[in-house]
């Protein structure tokens, strides 16, 4: 594994919190000062310490935090060429950047929570695979090389009340995963598609606008994935050999079985 990612320029977006942030570690742990790693998301003073713990602990990876902020295609699209020439040859896309706004059910569901949803886990997503992905189809004389991975999620397969735009967002991601590899079929690019269930982040304060309280209620006598599970699968997802495609996976903590089906320890 460490041999397989030696010398690969990883672009991680969400990477600030969560899966992202686990991930950017899991690369760095995987091939210790093997790998470049450029990190992305808004809160650049959060993704400056993020890069700051990750070099105290793997002095020798080289880490460039960078401010973007995906819904913004104008930023998007000119991106890789603003990044330092040593970063600009990506050759792992990991297109983690998403949340979820609120609860609400149809006719009540807010515009902006539409808006920024539809525009963060779709658009974003898709505007960054257009950004990096002419780089990697150049390679190898054209035969292209480099790997996408889109996080998805339970939900885009499974959608559930109170979460229709949300899960509309992820069954989006979806399709767009399964058209893009078959797309690229005669290429050497890799589409892996990684969909978790419950984790514990920051997903749910987000969800929940902030409130706290509310947040914990989601996994109260739950025992969720954590970020770090999640980032094992995508570094493992990576790590094979280069014929091998991991395509789908789906994780899932041993209490739940579905979107919904949850087991609860009672208080
Ligand atoms: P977190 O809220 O902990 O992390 C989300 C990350 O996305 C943050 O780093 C945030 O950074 C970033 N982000 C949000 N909006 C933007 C934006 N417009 N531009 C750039 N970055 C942005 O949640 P998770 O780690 O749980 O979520 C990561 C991914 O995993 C998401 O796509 C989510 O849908 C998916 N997922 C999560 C599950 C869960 O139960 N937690 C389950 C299944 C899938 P910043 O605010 O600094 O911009
Ligand atoms: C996050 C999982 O079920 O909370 O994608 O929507 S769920």
Same mark, same amino acid.
């Given at each position: 594994m460490d041999k397989r990612l030696q010398g690969k320029t990883i672009l991680i977006t969400g990477a600030s919190s969560g899966i992202g942030r686990s991930t950017a570690f899991e690369f760095a742990r995987a091939a210790p000062g093997g790998v470049k790693l450029v990190l992305t998301a808004r809160r650049i003073e959060v993704l400056q310490k993020v890069a700051a713990d990750i070099t105290a602990q793997f002095p020798s990876t080289k880490v460039l935090p960078v401010q973007l902020d995906v819904s913004d295609p104008v930023a998007v699209r000119g991106f890789v060429d603003t990044l330092p020439a040593e970063y600009q040859e990506i050759d792992v896309l990991v297109n983690n950047a998403g949340l979820v706004r609120g609860v609400d059910k149809a006719p009540a569901i807010k515009e902006d929570d539409l808006n920024v949803m539809f525009a963060t886990n779709v658009h974003g997503l898709i505007h960054m695979t257009q950004a990096v992905l002419p780089r990697m189809l150049a390679r190898n004389g054209g035969a292209g090389a480099g790997d996408i991975v889109n996080l998805g999620s339970i939900a885009g397969r499974e959608p559930y009340v109170g979460g229709s735009i949300y899960c509309a967002t992820k069954a989006a991601v979806r399709s767009f995963t399964e058209s893009l590899r078959k797309e690229l079929i005669a290429t050497r690019v890799r589409v892996i598609s990684v969909d978790p269930g419950q984790v514990e982040t920051e997903f749910s304060v987000v969800r929940f606008y902030g409130d706290k309280s509310k947040a914990d209620a989601v996994y109260a006598g739950c025992d969720p994935l954590t970020p770090e599970d999640v980032a094992e699968s995508i570094v493992f997802a990576v790590g094979r050999?280069?014929? %091998? %495609? %991991?395509a789908d996976t789906l994780l899932f903590p041993n209490h739940q079985a579905s979107a919904t089906i949850m087991h609860r320890r009672s208080a």
């Open positions: 050999r280069e014929n %091998v %495609v %991991v």
